[in-house]
């Protein structure tokens, strides 16, 4: 199995060229906009691309054979950058030093971006700061972030990473330069998981399909072992109404302890989506009761959102889910 790198020690990207070329333009031109919104589903390149154009910021010189924005591993640049040892980078990602993954990314690291503007370069071009993501922000993080967009530094250049840019302010949407960075075509993204890890070609493709075409996520999600908790959907669909209650109980011990909640939020996101895939079916087949799955797949959505918001417990969530999910295929 493959080992996922943080974007950070990545050092190529794939099908991204048309926003590396815009970038790469406007920066050759001197015309180089202080903000920019990298948009586009998670796992699709947007942080890769936010470090491999801060490399070029920071003074690495190109190398193409790795791509429009490619620079070397062994130039110093990328060496500090690596090391988060560059003093002219500033990154706020909800990965604390630690290496511990916080909710939120804090407010008081928010805050500091002002300071670290406010000076010159210390040895590059420019002063860069990256943001992964903007949708980790809490409101007092966001205004923060407004307060710089508002008042554009000298050789300053934001960085700002956004899965879901309709929830960012308007007023930080408006102060951006937008570069869009869409999903891979299937068959790209599940050969990016191929050459990666040891899967068939029909279990890449099933990867790239539940990542939606984003090879980053489809990759976490071939480590993260999401095959088995799509095979468990189906086979608990497909058993309605009836439901195996060795298997039930043997998903509800894979809930416990600190992978628990990523092992559930699979399995729940599998079944919403299999939930889904089948009312369409019945609905193009022009059968009734589609309003019940309906409020299956609400309940789904619910409980996946509840459990982790409200520290509910993931086994009597499962059991609640399979008891709608029974009887939804009761009333069929």
């Not at 706020?92 to 804090?106: M, Q, S, T, Y």
């Not at 908790?229 to 809930?255: C, K, N, Q, Y």
Request: glycine share 8%; with cysteine; net charge negative.
């Amino acid at each position: 199995m493959g080992e996922m790198h943080p974007p950070r020690e990545v050092f190529d990207l794939t099908g991204h060229e048309a926003a590396e070329n815009a970038f790469e333009a406007s920066r050759a031109r001197g015309r180089l906009h202080h903000a920019w919104l990298l948009t586009g589903p998670e796992g699709v390149g947007k942080a890769t691309f936010a470090y491999r154009a801060a490399r070029r910021l920071l003074g690495a010189p190109e190398d193409r054979s790795h791509g429009i924005l490619g620079s070397s591993p062994d130039h110093p640049v990328s060496r500090q950058i690596i090391a988060r040892a560059h003093p002219d980078l500033f990154v706020l990602e909800r990965a604390g030093e630690d290496g511990k993954v916080r909710k939120v990314i804090p407010v008081e690291e928010t805050r500091r971006i002002s300071e670290f503007f406010s000076k010159s370069p210390a040895s590059a071009p420019h002063r860069v700061a990256i943001i992964d993501a903007a949708d980790d922000l809490n409101p007092f993080g966001a205004n923060a972030i407004l307060k710089t967009l508002e008042e554009p530094p000298a050789h300053g250049v934001l960085l700002i990473v956004s899965h879901a840019p309709g929830r960012l302010l308007p007023t930080i949407r408006s102060r951006c330069r937008r570069l869009a960075f869409p999903p891979l075509a299937l068959e790209e993204t599940a050969a990016f998981v191929r050459d990666r890890e040891d899967v068939s070609v029909e279990d890449s493709l099933r990867l790239a399909r539940m990542a939606g075409g984003a090879p980053g996520r489809a990759w976490a999600l071939a480590g993260a072992k999401a095959l088995e908790m799509d095979d468990a959907a189906r086979t608990l669909i497909e058993g309605l109404p009836g439901v195996d209650e060795a298997m039930a109980l043997s998903l509800a011990d894979r809930f416990r302890g600190g992978e628990g909640q990523a092992q559930f939020d699979l399995l729940f996101d599998r079944l919403a989506e299999r939930v889904h895939g089948f009312a369409a079916d019945r609905a193009a087949q022009g059968i009734g009761g589609l309003d019940r799955w309906a409020q299956v797949w609400e309940t789904l959505q619910r409980l996946s959102r509840d459990v982790e918001a409200l520290n509910l417990d993931r086994a009597d969530a499962l059991f609640t889910a399979l008891g709608e999910l029974r009887q939804a295929a009761k009333a069929a």
